[in-house]
């Protein structure tokens, strides 16, 4: 007896009912016996290339058809997409609504199907079926993808099954729910009916022979009849759905309605659980692109929006991190399991807007965490597609140009390279590329808490070296830009004061970057530039 397992790699199923329209909504779950069938034979001209179907392909579709078959179904959620459509009305285009619902699999270790005939097959047609069922790639609608097999009978148990045919003396309880399937007719009962149908027209002339006009018209009926009904249930199989409705009939020739019991919610209108992602080796940096739909490079956002364009995409990864629900993913969020803030201070990601081509136009962003960057934090950062300009209306778009650690960065192009081994290469001489804000209120008077002792308790709190380390604040042509940067953030503290600084800070030996210090450091504010080898800032 033949049982089939079915796997949605897409994790997406599409099929309408029989009889109701796309847009009501529904999904025809499980998958009809008719639309199973349907799928097989359109299987064997595909890629059996059959010209017409052979013996012992009609043998193993009567046989199916012979018997109504039982489900295994896997954990499933209702959810849709809206599709606004352009037609022709006159000389107007208008638009008209139309719904794709789906039904959303888990793709977890039992997000698969199976199907049971209770049937017995020959060894020749069991290897057809096998054949037919390995090539089998969408059910339903083109993008419903399934990978699909047949199992030994061994390996299953009917009593786990779920959706079965209804018994007039079967027992349910609530847990269990009444659906209506479309399902083949056995090929000998459609032949009998054919042939009824026929002689029932034929009768009906018979009758009114003495009336002319009245024959003539049912002599039409009777041809249009024979033309309507096809020869037998694989030509019904067959039969084009467009061809069968201009004919008049409500459902296809050779098909009937049979009831189904089935579990009372197998459908949930609900988010879906989330699914674990692969586990991907931690990287400390990855670097994103910035640009526009339309490719204006003048369209970037300016360089002086450093700290809100960061602050938009830290709340957009958010927002992607666990797809709403609540994760554990400190690099991003900043916070432990218990929500409180972590204790390593600034291990955690800065989001740091870059101008590679120096025209003071922010074109990529490098995201960067000491604490190194998780698989969960890697895939919301990739799933990133598109964030907003200021008033929400200009949309920019986002993609991966790389991730690892400096080696990686550092190679990847002949242009960005070189901008980024400044970023994040070892040099001894680094400058203010964004303005250095004071974390702290400024005191006029003694040495605790004035510009130069709050640069040095920002190296330490970063583990930099703060001995003998010359700290030089600038006022040069190529630095006084930097007080026109927005230096508030959004949501969140705001600056003890309103002041900001172009600094250079020289070690006594070469550090490792990126070095962000002072208010907003992990949204691109106090970020520095290597100047060992020369780089010269935006």
């Not at 990978?147 to 309880?173: K, M, N, V």
């Not at 920002?458 to 940067?485: C, K, M, Q, W």
Request: proline share 8%; with cysteine; hydrophobic share 35%.
């Amino acid at each position: 007896m033949p049982t089939m397992k079915l796997y949605f790699p897409g994790g997406r199923y599409h099929a309408t009912p029989w009889g109701h329209h796309v847009n009501e909504g529904l999904i025809e779950w499980p998958p009809s016996p008719w639309r199973l069938l349907r799928a097989l034979i359109a299987c064997g001209f595909t890629t059996r290339h059959w010209i017409e179907i052979p013996p012992m392909a009609c043998s193993l579709i009567e046989k199916l058809a012979l018997v109504f078959p039982s489900y295994k179904l896997p954990e499933i959620t209702v959810a849709h997409t809206r599709h606004y459509m352009p037609y022709i009305e006159g000389k107007d285009q208008k638009t008209t609504l139309v719904l794709d619902t789906f039904a959303k699999h888990w793709r977890g270790e039992a997000d698969h199907m199976l199907i049971h005939w209770p049937c017995v097959l020959t060894s020749d047609e069991t290897a057809l079926l096998a054949t037919l069922t390995h090539n089998l790639s969408y059910l339903g609608r083109s993008e419903s993808w399934v990978e699909a097999e047949l199992i030994p009978d061994a390996s299953i148990s009917l009593e786990t099954f779920d959706a079965i045919p209804c018994q007039h003396d079967g027992q349910h309880d609530q847990r269990q729910e009444q659906v209506s399937l479309m399902a083949p007719i056995p090929a000998n009962y459609y032949i009998s009916w054919r042939k009824e149908q026929v002689d029932d027209a034929g009768a009906n002339l018979g009758l009114q022979r003495g009336k002319s006009k009245t024959s003539e018209k049912l002599l039409r009926k009777q041809v249009e009849l024979k033309k309507s009904l096809p020869l037998n249930l694989i030509a019904c199989l067959t039969q084009d759905t467009a061809c069968w409705k201009g004919y008049g009939w409500s459902h296809p020739p050779g098909s009937q309605k049979v009831l189904y019991w089935r579990p009372s919610q197998p459908m949930r209108v609900t988010a879906p659980r989330r699914i674990g992602h692969p586990e991907l080796p931690a990287v400390k940096m990855m670097l994103l692109a910035l640009t526009t739909p339309s490719g204006n490079k003048s369209a970037l956002p300016s360089i002086t929006r450093t700290l809100p364009r960061a602050e938009l995409i830290h709340k957009a990864l958010i927002s992607k991190l666990g797809n709403g629900h609540r994760v554990n993913c400190p690099e991003l969020t900043g916070k432990d399991e218990h929500d409180k803030p972590l204790q390593n201070a600034h291990r955690h990601a800065h989001i740091l807007p870059l101008d590679i081509d120096r025209d003071r136009r922010i074109d990529h962003v490098l995201i960067f965490a000491p604490l190194g960057l998780s698989g969960e934090a890697q895939h919301a950062i990739s799933s990133l597609r598109r964030t907003w300009m200021k008033g929400g209306t200009n949309e920019l778009q986002l993609a991966i140009v790389g991730k690892g650690d400096m080696n990686d960065l550092s190679r990847i192009s002949t242009r960005i390279g070189p901008v980024i081994s400044c970023l994040i290469g070892p040099s001894k001489i680094w400058t203010s590329l964004t303005p250095f804000v004071p974390p702290r209120f400024l005191k006029k008077t003694g040495c605790r808490n004035d510009l130069i002792d709050q640069v040095r308790t920002e190296l330490t709190s970063r583990g930099l070296p703060n001995a003998a380390v010359n700290i030089l604040p600038l006022d040069t042509a190529d630095t006084r830009y930097l007080r026109h940067f927005v230096r508030r953030r959004q949501r969140g503290n705001l600056p003890p004061q309103d002041a900001c600084f172009a600094l250079q800070i020289s070690f006594c030996q070469s550090v490792a970057g990126p070095i962000s210090l002072g208010y907003a450091s992990h949204f691109g504010m106090g970020l520095f530039v290597g100047t060992n080898p020369p780089c010269t800032p935006a």
